[in-house]
């Protein structure tokens, strides 16, 4: 250990290579990957208590492979308080059932109309912001954007008309900026009560169209418990808008920064391939935590039984093995097989969704805001594992 690094936080010590939440980390944890990468690409952390994983092919295995390594943590005798037990914290083949109830409610949607109504959500919004001229992408626009797609996606009432919304979000934002923060454990739990109550009241009194309209009447074909299935509508809400907002103000950062980048999609670039390039370059997931279940190798290393592992797809998505000129934003960029969604069992059920999202955004961005550009210091998020902005200032130019 490094003497002359000073511990950032209270109880927590510096690592030679890896302090999550060090002013650098924050900014950029790039070169730290790198560096684990090239030289303890399977490296335990001693104040994690962990596995840290940087190679494309090490996090890929073990996010494909859910009998090795779980995300359910009961599995190796850690316990799960019942309000957690969803669709992300089972393993097949408990999870499968509520798997597919997931993904037979995505695609009784309508997809199509979905995107077309984000485009159209899209324009709306930067066109009022280009009437200011300069604003906050995130809390004036990329926050507001993905939790009214979510709304209209589950087809209830949007955060307009909804002013519970906004207190959700500030107990669950405190819950998971926050983990050195005391508070933050009471304000997750009292925000996921609240959150429980507001599903349980959609279900009782459903939509006539949308993901909640489609799970009231077929929530009981799985046989999964309801508490489990209202759990996992949850998870389902919190990520389908938090993730993506996050990803939003990531891409629009990195476009800002890479001009080059942004005159190709001014010029056409293909969209598929960008919005692909945006999600493996700036996807806010860096990290995956499973419990190992039995005792295995990874690339040599012995991982034991109850051993706890962490994939950072952050840094897989830039393994040089797997991408060429990986610190790069090639928005012409192909066969981009990125884990920004993750892999297997677990892999992000809104990915369409979110691929939606982005294009409605890239969309209204070259049509709306041509000459956008930096207009004040950006403020990064203090969060290893879902990385993002509090701030960024624009204009339009
Ligand atoms: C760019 C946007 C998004 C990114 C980068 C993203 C990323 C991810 C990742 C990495 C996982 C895997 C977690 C794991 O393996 O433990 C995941 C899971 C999940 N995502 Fe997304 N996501 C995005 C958008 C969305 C949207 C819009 C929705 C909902 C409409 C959504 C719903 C989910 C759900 C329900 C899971 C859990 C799946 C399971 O455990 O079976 N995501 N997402």
């Not at 626009?141 to 519970?164: H, I, K, Y």
């Not at 009241?201 to 999964?224: D, M």
């Not at 980048?261 to 692909?276: I, M, N, Q, R, S």
Request: glycine fraction near 8%; charge should be negative.
């Amino acid at each position: 250990m490094s003497e002359t690094i000073a511990p950032e936080l209270p109880g927590q010590q510096a690592d030679p290579y890896f302090n999550p939440l060090s002013d650098e980390m924050v900014a950029d944890p790039h070169p730290a990957y790198h560096r684990l990468r090239a030289e303890a690409p399977v490296y335990w952390h001693e104040e994690l208590q962990a596995w840290l994983l940087t190679r494309f092919t090490d996090c890929q295995e073990v996010l494909k492979d859910s009998q090795t390594f779980a995300a359910d943590f009961r599995r190796i005798g850690i316990p799960t308080p019942d309000t957690l037990l969803s669709l992300q914290t089972l393993d097949p083949p408990e999870q499968t059932p509520l798997r597919h109830l997931g993904l037979d409610t995505l695609r009784a949607q309508d997809l199509g109309a979905f995107g077309a109504d984000l485009e159209q959500l899209a324009d709306e919004e930067f066109g009022k912001l280009a009437e200011r001229g300069s604003f906050d992408f995130v809390q004036d626009f990329s926050d507001r954007f993905t939790l009214t797609a979510m709304t209209r996606l589950l087809g209830v009432r949007g955060p307009e008309e909804d002013a519970t919304f906004h207190a959700l979000n500030k107990d669950l934002d405190h819950s998971m900026d926050s983990g050195f923060d005391p508070d933050a454990e009471a304000a997750g739990i009292r925000a996921r009560a609240r959150f429980n109550a507001l599903v349980e009241s959609w279900l009782a009194n459903p939509p006539e169209q949308g993901v909640i309209a489609y799970l009231a009447e077929h929530q009981a074909e799985g046989k999964v418990p309801v508490e489990v299935v209202v759990n996992s509508i949850r998870a389902f809400f919190h990520a389908g808008f938090e993730v993506p907002s996050r990803f939003l103000s990531n891409a629009v950062h990195a476009l800002l920064r890479q001009p080059e980048a942004f005159d190709a999609l001014k010029a056409g670039v293909e969209t598929g391939p960008a919005v692909e390039e945006l999600i493996r370059f700036a996807g806010p997931v860096h990290a995956l935590s499973r419990a190992c279940t039995q005792d295995t190798r990874i690339g040599g290393t012995v991982i034991k039984r109850g051993d706890i592992v962490v994939a950072l797809i952050g840094a897989a998505n830039r393994d040089p093995e797997q991408f060429a000129d990986p610190d790069t934003l090639r928005l012409d960029r192909t066969s981009n097989h990125h884990l920004s969604f993750g892999r297997g069992a677990h892999s992000c059920l809104g990915a369409m969704v979110g691929r939606a999202e982005a294009k409605a955004v890239l969309g209204a961005l070259v049509r709306h805001a041509p000459n956008l550009r930096a207009a004040g210091p950006v403020v990064q998020r203090r969060n290893a594992t879902l990385r993002g902005l509090y701030n960024l200032p624009v204009e339009l130019g």
